[in-house]
């Protein structure tokens, strides 16, 4: 064994304080709930719609606006991630225009930097399909150069090639609320003082509003069928369907609206669909749209100290708890101690007992699955699904009720089987969500419009059977997801984070998986993975990847150290179970000690992923150049920084290398 300058006693006085910091951090209904924070493009798009709806007497309207300001970088732009190379023109110019609309004059020094970047940087003609969208809605660019998303789309058949349902959840919530919008192409024009006039290079009359050229068969198709769609909507006397189809997307997104007033659990599709269902004369004091508007309020609001308040994309609750729940565990927490006892209650309750979109393609399936959010009842994902149970596997015995949360399990378990995708692996929220003919439409230049499945959900689901004792070669199930994984790995021996940062996210979490159900850790694509890891530890003991990873391959595994994906790396290594790597495992664990500070660990670094911004949403784009037009600034793409991931992934890999270096004394 190499030498271990560590003491049993330094690893257990950090786990102990961990625990500390969890407790004292929990939630009264027994959940944790970390900041999600994301780019100042969610609250710009938030205060333009204030100003579209005619709400002028918000609140936290001013503080944020300080969030806003807040956010701009020293050259005068916003970026969608912290100690991004570059700026990010969607960002900037939307930030550029809330703060018009908030009443800040051209000639005021951080305005005057922002449009200076914005004009150097392409100006108007770089900016994406959402950005023009809200242009339009304020005047400021015309409809009829924004893709046109015709509501009749919720009319054809599901065995269509394209219809409403072969996007990823996320993208149809989007899209059926953006129908209403594109079939009546409101505007709310701006006042004159508040125009943005000055980012027209060379003034609007000059100004190119194409959209890009298509770059293929199937692009020229979509453009053309674009085309005829403008023309259909502005020009012909007669739309047979139309009001039909406005009734049904209605009806449509009425009937998902969550509990909480949101929708999808997410920003982009609520935000348009409160603006959708108003241009189709609902109004502000309809219950729909006043719960909506509330639901902007805490919690998803976040106040933060000195620097204003945030507008979350998203919130993270049930994806916090279960994660926290696997690192007390991973730490030796005992289930009986009360905080742990409100956690399991919690997560028990959050289990999702209704049908959502995803049964349109499973019939016959029963629900059980668990949302991200505090409230996304229609789209349960099976990445949360899957680290609940093995929450819940880990503490089975420690439930009062041991029928109710085998029922839960076992509604769980078949929940997660059935969305099983064709080639044995598993999406995030539909299973065989991988139609990539839909990334050819003029409106798909953002994020990921589809939701094919990826090796970090897979592995997470992998290592919660392997928690239910299920091993690979009594399974066919697993045997053919475990062949999914061997074949995704690549050539350098890392696997493709499509969830997190990115590399080191997803060997850290295959590799736990591998071992749960069984896997030879000793055969040469594993070692070859632990190597990987290995090569890529810094200087200081620590790991990290920069999301720049994501359109740089030379980029892989490299960044400045940070506890989460230094967490994810040592969970990685310490999966092989031998003492081949004791050296690096010591020199992480020192990196996380040493940099503890009352009880958890700071980062500013974003290390999660909402859409890396190839379109497709696999890592097949970027090594076949088949990605949307950014670069490392990741303009087509959503980064996450999620507040807790710096704590409960550092409390997982301490809790493991306490039991790897100590077994005798646990």
Known sequence: MTEFNLTKEQIEHSIAEAVKWLKREQKPQGNWAGFL?????????????????????????????????????????????????YGDI????????????AGHKIDEPHMAKAREWILNHGGLDKIRVFTRFWLALLGEWPWEACPNLPPEIILLPKWFPINLYTFASWGRATIAALCLVSANRPVKPLPQDRRIDELFRQGRENQDYSLPAPKDAWGYFFTLADKFLGIYTKHSPIHPLRQTALKLCIEWIVSRQEDDGCWAGIQPPWIYALIGLYTQGYSLKHPVMKAGLDAFNEPWAYKVEGKGTYLQCCTSPVWDTVLSLVALHDCGVDGQEEFIQKA????????????????????????????????NDCYPDIDDAAVALTALLHYRKDCPNLKEVDTALHLGCQWIKGMRSSNGAWGAFDKDNDNDIVTKIPFCDFGEVLDPPSADVTAHVIEAFGIAGQKVQDSAMLAK???????EQEEDGSWFGRWGVNHIYGTGLVLPALQAVGVDMNSDWIL??????????NADGGWGESCTSYMSAENRGKGPSTPSQTGWALMGLLALGNHQYDSAIASGLSYLISTQEDGSWKQQAYTGTGFPGYGAGDRSGLSTGNVLDQGEELSRGFMLNYAMYRHYFPMMALGRALKHFFPAER
Not at 52 to 76: A, H, N, T, W
């Open 37 to 85: 924070k994301t780019n100042s493009a969610i609250e710009s798009e938030w205060v333009m719609a204030m100003y579209f709806l005619g709400i002028d007497d918000d609140p936290k309207y001013p503080e944020v606006i300080k969030s806003i300001l807040s956010e701009q970088r020293e050259d005068g732009s916003w970026s969608v991630y912290f100690e991004a190379p």
């Open 90 to 101: 969607n960002a900037t110019v939307e930030s550029y225009t809330a703060l018009k609309i």
């Open 344 to 375: 399991l209650r919690y997560t028990l309750d959050q289990q999702i007992k209704r049908p959502g979109d995803w049964q349109l393609f499973n019939k016959n399936l029963a629900p059980g699955g668990w949302a991200f959010e505090y409230e």
């Open 481 to 487: 997801a475990v062949q999914y994984l061997k074949d």
């Open 528 to 537: 070859r993975a632990a190597d990987w890891l290995v090569a890529h530890q």
